[in-house]
């Protein structure tokens, strides 16, 4: 458009003034003012006639960055649909949701079910790429305006996830906190069709195992269950994991009844029972008050059983504590 409209207006000047000056070739494009200065033939000096040439060169570069920005190539137009991103989103869905009914049809997650009973272990979260590092979320206490940093990222050969940061437990200045110092890294929930909020199902397991890394500090393993409450957001139940340190890797083995409950990060006088039929996310917290670097490799994470361990729950409970157990 720039460029008809300064093709116009030549033309207006050149009706007008049939021999235009200097001072309107801006006005009338470089075609014209090259027309002009054949028309007139000037016989100037070789000092002049360089200063006219880079003149020249000047308002060509001009015009060309001028018509450079106006006019835009097709092909670097984005092909923007929202009725397609819409149609596509739907379409991911739905077979989502058909994958997911066939499953169930064919058993628990896919498998027959009679392999499902026969099972012993389970792996449910290995680290062998960036997909199963989205899988995660990592915080600590700079949500709450603590200094303490946190990161995930593969660890060598793609094998294995590093959880390694710096952990302080100097308390923000805000006037209200009076303790800080912890890291996290904690599973995201699974989601299926439409975004519904699934669960994991260990009712057929009663260990916890994994084969981790670590610098000889202590962590804390958090289970959550799948619930709609809004008061029960902040429950989980907890047991300890120690790390060795040094470069051998360790099976770390925690038995589900080992798990005491907790709500707020208090543990509560009255115990339950650890539900495995609808676990939600697993979490590992460090907050040992050792201020420093840590670091943290997990291979990965998963479930079996073990016969030897008979265990039902580790902790007693008592008619005043908790009078349901005992009607």
């Given at each position: 458009?720039?460029?008809?409209?300064?093709?116009?207006?030549?033309?207006?000047?050149?009706?007008?003034?049939?021999?235009?000056?200097?001072?309107?070739?801006?006005?009338?494009?470089?075609?014209?003012?090259?027309?002009?200065?054949?028309?007139?033939?000037?016989?100037?000096?070789?000092?002049?006639?360089?200063?006219?040439?880079?003149?020249?060169?000047?308002?060509?570069?001009?015009?060309?960055?001028?018509?450079a920005?106006?006019?835009?190539?097709?092909?670097?137009?984005?092909?923007?649909?929202?009725d397609?991103?819409?149609?596509?989103?739907?379409?991911?869905?739905?077979?989502?949701?058909?994958?997911?009914?066939?499953?169930?049809?064919?058993?628990?997650?896919?498998?027959?079910?009679?392999?499902?009973?026969?099972?012993?272990?389970?792996?449910?979260?290995?680290?062998?790429?960036?997909?199963?590092?989205?899988?995660?979320?990592?915080?600590?206490?700079?949500?709450?305006?603590?200094?303490?940093?946190?990161?995930?990222?593969?660890?060598k050969?793609?094998?294995?996830?590093?959880?390694?940061?710096?952990?302080?437990?100097?308390?923000?200045?805000?006037?209200?906190s009076?303790?800080?110092?912890?890291?996290?890294?904690?599973?995201?929930?699974?989601?299926?069709?439409?975004?519904?909020?699934?669960?994991?199902?260990?009712?057929?397991?009663?260990?916890?195992?994994?084969?981790?890394?670590?610098?000889?500090?202590?962590?804390?393993?958090?289970?959550?269950?799948?619930?709609?409450?809004?008061?029960?957001?902040?429950?989980?139940?907890?047991?300890?994991?120690?790390?060795?340190?040094?470069?051998?890797?360790?099976e770390?083995?925690?038995?589900?009844?080992?798990?005491?409950?907790?709500?707020?990060?208090?543990?509560?006088?009255?115990?339950?029972?650890?539900?495995?039929?609808?676990?939600?996310?697993?979490?590992?917290?460090?907050?040992?008050?050792?201020?420093?670097?840590?670091?943290?490799?997990?291979?990965?994470?998963?479930?079996?059983?073990?016969?030897?361990?008979?265990?039902?729950?580790?902790?007693?409970?008592?008619?005043?504590?908790n009078?349901r157990?005992?009607?």
């Amino acid at each position: 458009m720039a460029l008809v409209h300064k093709l116009l207006r030549g033309t207006y000047f050149l009706r007008k003034f049939s021999k235009p000056t200097s001072a309107l070739y801006p006005f009338l494009g470089i075609r014209f003012a090259e027309y002009s200065s054949s028309l007139q033939k000037p016989v100037a000096s070789p000092g002049k006639a360089s200063s006219q040439r880079k003149t020249e060169g000047d308002l060509q570069g001009d015009h060309q960055k001028e018509v450079a920005l106006d006019i835009t190539s097709s092909e670097e137009k984005p092909d923007v649909s929202f009725d397609k991103a819409i149609r596509d989103e739907a379409m991911y869905h739905f077979r989502h949701l058909k994958d997911e009914i066939v499953d169930h049809w064919r058993g628990p997650e896919g498998h027959p079910l009679h392999e499902v009973l026969l099972e012993q272990a389970k792996v449910v979260w290995q680290f062998r790429g960036k997909e199963d590092l989205d899988k995660w979320t990592v915080t600590s206490d700079k949500t709450i305006g603590g200094r303490s940093e946190v990161f995930l990222k593969m660890g060598k050969n793609n094998q294995s996830a590093l959880l390694y940061g710096t952990l302080s437990s100097e308390a923000p200045q805000d006037g209200e906190s009076t303790r800080s110092g912890y890291c996290a890294m904690i599973s995201r929930i699974p989601r299926g069709a439409f975004e519904r909020k699934m669960s994991y199902d260990w009712s057929q397991f009663n260990t916890l195992y994994l084969r981790v890394r670590g610098d000889g500090r202590p962590w804390m393993v958090n289970i959550k269950e799948d619930t709609d409450f809004f008061q029960r957001t902040n429950q989980m139940y907890s047991y300890f994991m120690f790390t060795r340190g040094g470069p051998y890797w360790q099976e770390v083995k925690i038995p589900f009844s080992k798990f005491f409950f907790s709500n707020r990060g208090r543990i509560r006088d009255v115990q339950h029972e650890l539900p495995l039929d609808k676990i939600s996310s697993i979490g590992f917290t460090l907050a040992d008050k050792v201020d420093g670097p840590f670091f943290l490799e997990i291979d990965f994470i998963g479930v079996f059983t073990d016969p030897a361990h008979t265990e039902e729950f580790a902790y007693e409970n008592s008619p005043e504590l908790n009078p349901r157990l005992f009607k």
